[in-house]
């Protein structure tokens, strides 16, 4: 598939959205106190260009993604948000946990409307917790890190509803609007 520069300029400033929204999350705490648990935000921008993609079948769009356009809008947005944070280590738990979510959401979108991406975005963030623990486990050798898991695991799900929510809003109230201005 040729790269036009429509959706190469979307891609990017879908890249810079997230990015923005995940280096500003960084910066505020969150009043649980539970370490490593954050809101995600940045997820949400994940999600909505997933689902903008459409189904080739059903929604053509002059801007289709494919799950590898939106793929290297994730990757680029943890490369460069471990870079711009100062944060080499929380690059490895983003890439672990950004991949295994990003999978499952691919697989999940097959079976779920675009009234249902607060689903995919709860198992998605379950999956992103999931890989971040297994990460730490492995560059920690201390498997008592995974008796976190079942906590990060209820925390994600409810983040993940709530980015699931924001996406899914945003792509209904944006339905189309990209694809007239680009």
């Known amino acids: 598939m040729i790269m036009t520069t429509k959706k190469l300029t979307l891609m990017a400033i879908l890249t810079t959205l997230a990015l923005i929204i995940f280096i500003v999350e960084?910066?505020?705490?969150?009043?649980?106190?539970?370490p490593g648990v954050k809101l995600g935000l940045a997820n949400a921008v994940t999600l909505f260009a997933l689902f903008y993609a459409g189904?080739?079948?059903?929604?053509?769009?002059?801007?289709f993604f494919s799950a590898s356009n939106v793929f290297a809008i994730l990757l680029c947005r943890i490369i460069l948000g471990a870079v711009f944070t100062g944060r080499p280590i929380a690059f490895v738990y983003s890439i672990a946990?950004?991949?295994?979510?990003?999978?499952?959401?691919?697989i999940m979108k097959r079976f779920?409307?675009?009234k249902q991406i607060w689903v995919c975005g709860a198992i998605?963030?379950?999956?992103?917790?999931?890989g971040q623990i297994t990460a730490a486990v492995i560059i920690t050798g201390t498997p008592a890190i995974a008796a976190y898991?079942?906590?990060?695991?209820?925390?994600?799900?409810?983040?993940?509803?709530?980015?699931?929510?924001?996406?899914q809003f945003t792509l209904m109230r944006l339905n189309g609007v990209f694809v007239k201005v680009l």
Do not use: M, Y
């Open 26 to 34: 960084a910066q505020i705490p969150l009043p649980i106190p539970v």
């Open 55 to 63: 189904r080739k079948a059903e929604e053509p769009s002059p801007c």
């Open 97 to 106: 946990g950004g991949l295994l979510a990003f999978a499952v959401q691919v």
């Open 112 to 114: 779920v409307s675009r």
């Open 124 to 130: 998605g963030a379950a999956f992103h917790n999931i």
């Open 149 to 167: 898991l079942p906590i990060l695991i209820i925390a994600g799900i409810l983040t993940g509803i709530l980015t699931g929510f924001i996406a």
